[in-house]
């Protein structure tokens, strides 16, 4: 039995292909947790890793609380069912399940016991003798299943293993494998790209797209409370419709105009519209209004529309209408019994209380449980200062993960709902919130809150034997490496890696109008007469100032035009190790000649390190500060000031 922990992994291949993006999962002991996602997202190739068959390029991979990234596959207790089988056709069913434990030279009467045991759980006893070529699909599934369990393995992965079969086998495979999880009380991790075998088998689904998860929860909470328009879209079958939308404002109620049009409009319900005011949506802006299939029916009333096929399911029936303006189907699931036919004029009614709001750009989901609490802050001396009188303190862990725009005026605090504790701890920080109202699920309660002095909502979800109700003020906590600090376009200045000060020594000598600034034991920049005396300095490298110069073979895989004349003696050469991408931006860590520590950067999001290791960054006047050695004691001493003011008052 084993827990894993898999942090800020990557697996980039050679050109710069990144499979997988900063892959963060907690999974737990016993726990069937299943990666799901289009072909080619990136889910197979993370269980290679966990299993030791693909090499993590950055990253950590903890089994129990050991780091294993440099562990060989075989000493990683991991058993891997894989998609074909795998079995060797000459070999009966006996021979091929207890192969493996006679490669580790157990004796004869140990894996005959391991062998029988493992047939009788898979209802396969009367097949040992048998071969590969003279079982069905299902049954050579299970000879691959019952491979894996005579091993006693911590962890199970099983990457896709039923792909190959039938849909009435896949059925029954299904509850076959989850019986299985429940008698061997194992770790199971299942891949597969079937939206349906991860909605009846997972505890987690973790959602899985271009190398990203998407959002990791369980299967209820994904189809009620997308976190953004793909996972929205990627699970539940008719899959939810997404009509563009402008909101408007009528008296007191916010209403939706379906493809800007006065013939499809619809009205949120109060609870919604509060959300939208307390999150000063823009109304100007176009968004992406979402329902689901069952929660539009035919009625007397709502939107006109014109039905155009009609299927009849057996147990329900999916109707195909046209609204308006919108140039795909808006589809409605309804019960079996229906008296609409092709042809028919229409009214949609839809339920306001199962909608959904998408941001257009970013595809965050807006309403609800939204993807991200977004709270207007700014930092004072050492905490993050919300509202009228909440303070969160940072503690020096924290701060030194900072980057510098944190610290600018408009800044946002992001943290996703489900990451709000009730309980305290150490890394844990009190934030005290008084409860507007309350929204039902099925498993649990989405909690709007405020704190006082700032309209934004904490919004998290609290199990159903919490009795809250409106009105209550509650205490929650906010675990200090779940948060990060944001700006409007949401990008994070809250970097994974430690942020060093960026500080070179460097001489700085003036001659002739030119003068040249020398780094110890690194390159030379050259600008006209920067005004300061001849001496010893430190070179300080501003963060978000240096610009990348891209190479010609790079540029071609770039849109925009990114190369240009750069005055000889302004650039210094870089080897970079990691990224960390962050919207609208990219955090590279790199090395610079002569800076002891590692140098952090931010630079626009179409530049990777992984496709070019080695480069230049342009260093105009504005990207650094030059300090005199004695006046860097004197900085830090007025800083250290400051703080221990901010922290009296």
Do not use: W
């Not at 499979?19 to 889910?43: E, M, R, W």
């Not at 849909?167 to 509850?175: E, S």
């Not at 597969?192 to 959002?215: L, P, R």
């Not at 110069?549 to 970079?576: M, P, Y």
């Amino acid at each position: 039995m084993a827990s894993l922990k898999l942090k800020h992994v990557y697996k980039v291949y050679n050109g710069g292909v990144r499979a997988v993006n900063d892959f963060n999962l907690d999974i737990k002991d016993k726990s069937f947790v299943v990666l799901v996602g289009p072909s080619g997202c990136g889910k197979s190739t993370t269980l290679r890793m966990i299993a030791g068959l693909e090499t993590i390029t950055s990253g950590q991979l903890y089994i129990d609380n050991v780091l294993v990234n440099d562990m060989e596959s075989k000493n990683r207790d991991i058993a891997m069912v894989f998609q074909s089988y795998a079995l060797y056709p000459h070999m009966t069913v006996y021979q091929n399940m207890g192969f493996s434990l006679k490669l580790r030279h157990e004796k004869s009467a140990v894996i005959k016991e391991k062998v029988l045991k493992a047939a009788e759980i898979l209802e396969i006893s009367d097949l040992l003798d048998r071969k590969p070529k003279e079982l069905s699909g299902g049954q050579r599934q299970r000879v691959a299943l019952g491979r894996a369990i005579v091993r006693d393995a911590q962890v199970f992965l099983l990457d896709e293993p039923l792909s190959n079969l039938d849909a009435k086998l896949r059925v029954q495979m299904r509850t076959e494998i989850t019986k299985l999880h429940d008698k061997l009380e194992t770790t199971f991790i299942y891949v597969t790209h079937d939206q349906t075998e991860a909605m009846t088998m997972g505890d987690v689904i973790v959602v899985m797209n271009k190398g990203f998860i998407q959002q990791a929860d369980a299967p209820v909470t994904l189809f009620e409370d997308p976190a953004n328009l793909f996972v929205a879209t990627f699970l539940g079958s008719p899959q939810m419709n997404i009509i563009k939308a402008k909101l408007f404002e009528k008296g007191n109620k916010i209403g939706a105009r379906l493809e800007d049009n006065d013939n499809n409009i619809v009205y949120f319900k109060d609870e919604t519209i509060k959300q939208i005011k307390n999150s000063h949506l823009d109304l100007e802006k176009e968004y992406l209004f979402g329902v689901r299939p069952d929660h539009i029916s035919i009625s007397d009333k709502g939107i006109k529309g014109h039905v155009e096929a009609v299927e009849q399911l057996g147990d329900e029936t999916i109707i195909y209408t046209k609204i308006e303006g919108h140039k795909n189907n808006v589809v409605i699931k309804s019960p079996l019994l229906t008296n609409v036919n092709v042809k028919d004029d229409v009214n949609l009614d839809i339920s306001m209380d199962r909608v959904y709001l998408f941001d257009k750009a970013s595809e965050h989901s807006l309403i609800g449980m939204p993807s991200y609490n977004k709270i207007p802050c700014h930092i004072e001396g050492d905490s993050i200062k919300i509202g009228e009188d909440t303070s969160i303190l940072l503690d020096d862990e924290y701060r030194s993960h900072l980057l510098a725009g944190a610290y600018e005026a408009e800044r946002h605090l992001m943290f996703k709902p489900e990451y709000v504790e009730f309980e305290s701890a150490p890394t844990n920080r009190l934030v005290k919130v008084k409860v507007d109202f309350i929204e039902e699920r099925t498993n649990y309660n989405i909690v709007f809150s405020n704190v006082k002095g700032e309209e934004a909502y904490f919004i998290f979800r609290a199990n159903k034997d919490r009795e809250i109700k409106s009105g209550d003020e509650l205490d929650i906590y906010l675990p200090l490496d779940k948060i990060y600090i944001a700006d409007k376009n949401d990008d994070s200045y809250y970097s994974r890696e430690i942020v060093f000060p960026n500080v070179a020594r460097a001489k700085v000598t003036t001659k002739d109008g030119k003068s040249k600034v020398t780094i110890a034991k690194g390159e030379t920049l050259i600008y006209d007469d920067l005004g300061v005396e001849d001496g010893e300095y430190n070179f300080v490298l501003k963060q978000d100032k240096c610009e990348v110069v891209f190479s010609r073979k790079v540029a071609k895989d770039i849109k925009e035009e990114v190369n240009r004349h750069v005055e000889k003696g302004q650039c210094l050469t870089v080897s970079c190790y990691d990224e960390e991408p962050q919207h609208k931006m990219n955090t590279i860590f790199a090395k610079i000649k002569g800076f002891e520590e590692y140098v952090t950067l931010t630079v626009k999001n179409n530049f990777s390190v992984y496709k070019m290791p080695k480069f230049k960054v342009v260093i105009s006047k504005d990207a650094f500060e030059l300090i005199k050695p004695d006046a860097v004691e004197q900085i830090a001493e007025e800083t250290q000031e400051k703080i221990e003011s901010e922290k009296n008052r």
